[in-house]
């Protein structure tokens, strides 16, 4: 974990998924001057970058940096299925999940957002799919030897769904028939970003950029008045390339892709993003797809899930929900480009 003053540039760009640099403000002032300061560390196996805007306080900066340890710390503890210890795999682990099984505020509302985003996606977003995921070698097992055969693919997705999930508010608690294998890797990191921002928000921080792994929230703006500007990178492998740029306040971006997270094997290309109805990695012409929400969990949640479905449904099941989202779709003749009419006002260039 690191936390630094950034160096004033100029005319910086804010990029979702590198390191961020921030235009500071000029000038002489009898107060004390807001600069931005970046609190960094390792986290859900990527990295968190975290820019507060405050007057330079060494003992808030730590105090601060130690919040947010506990509080990322505290989600892992919660939702991954990579530690066996967490709460969500203990649930996983049950063999008979028929009875309530308690669980904190955070994995519920989690589960809640997750369930309302499967039937806003008719089922195109899912965390049960977990046992799929793993068949073809994209969870916390190592990769198979050999893609799954159709009867395997069928036998495990004909148990999965998220409509096998129960919740309940008071108190909070989950139970499934049959027992299912939850996986929140597409949710949890959205989550996360939220959790480190309303944990700024108590501790009296009121301008913020708060990014995990790609994903984005941000409230009010940078000390020269000015938005947080942030980047969609183009969806290729080979290093790092700026396609669009927009301007959030107090707003939450995530952006879904599958030019990143995938393998090969004989000759064919398996992306990390399972399609649950067919049990099988996508293999439509949607490069990535980005989205704009209130909450980063939301956002992280409906990237998936239009990634999933593809451009033509999820653009116009977008349209018609008014959400901003921007897709990026792969053609003969290279990257074509669409976003929703509720997009085009962030955008900057």
């Not at 507060?52 to 299925?81: F, H, K, N, Q, Y």
């Not at 409509?163 to 959205?190: H, M, N, T, W």
């Not at 290309?269 to 399609?275: K, N, P």
């Not at 990237?303 to 779709?329: C, D, H, K, Q, S």
């Amino acid at each position: 974990m690191t936390f630094c003053m950034l160096r004033p540039v100029r005319a910086a760009l804010v990029s979702a998924f590198l390191a961020l640099a921030v235009a500071a403000l000029a000038g002489c002032s009898f107060e004390p001057e807001e600069k931005v300061w970046e609190i960094s560390g390792p986290v859900f196996g990527t990295s968190y970058h975290i820019n507060v805007v405050l007057t330079e306080d060494p003992e808030r900066l730590e105090t601060l940096a130690g919040g947010i340890e506990d509080v990322l710390e505290g989600v892992d503890a919660s939702m991954s299925t990579w530690r066996d210890d967490s709460e969500l795999s203990r649930f996983n682990q049950r063999e008979d999940q028929s009875d309530w099984f308690p669980v904190s505020a955070g994995l519920f509302e989690v589960l809640q957002k997750a369930k309302e985003v499967s039937t806003l996606t008719e089922g195109a977003f899912d965390v049960t799919i977990g046992p799929v995921v793993n068949l073809w070698g994209f969870g916390p097992q190592a990769r198979p030897e050999q893609t799954p055969s159709e009867e395997a693919l069928a036998e495990v997705l004909s148990a999965t769904g998220s409509d096998k999930l129960e919740l309940k508010s008071e108190p909070p608690a989950v139970r499934a028939v049959p027992a299912q294998y939850v996986d929140l890797s597409a949710i949890a990191k959205g989550y996360g970003v939220d959790a480190v921002a309303r944990f700024l928000e108590r501790q009296g921080v009121q301008a913020y950029l708060v990014e995990i792994g790609g994903e984005v929230r941000v409230n009010g703006r940078k000390p020269d008045g000015s938005t947080w500007r942030l980047a969609i990178e183009q969806p290729v492998s080979e290093g790092r390339q700026v396609n669009r740029v927009v301007a959030l306040e107090s707003r939450s971006m995530a952006t879904s892709g599958d030019y990143r997270n995938y393998y090969e094997s004989e000759g064919r290309r398996y992306s990390h993003t399972i399609d649950p109805e067919t049990g099988e990695p996508i293999t439509h012409n949607l490069a990535s797809v980005t989205v704009i929400a209130d909450d980063c969990m939301t956002a992280d949640a409906l990237a998936t899930g239009f990634n999933v479905m593809g451009y033509e449904r999820a653009n116009a099941l977008a349209v018609r929900e008014n959400i901003p989202a921007y897709f990026i779709v792969r053609t003969e003749e290279g990257f074509e480009t669409h976003q929703t009419p509720a997009f085009s006002s962030y955008v900057t260039q």
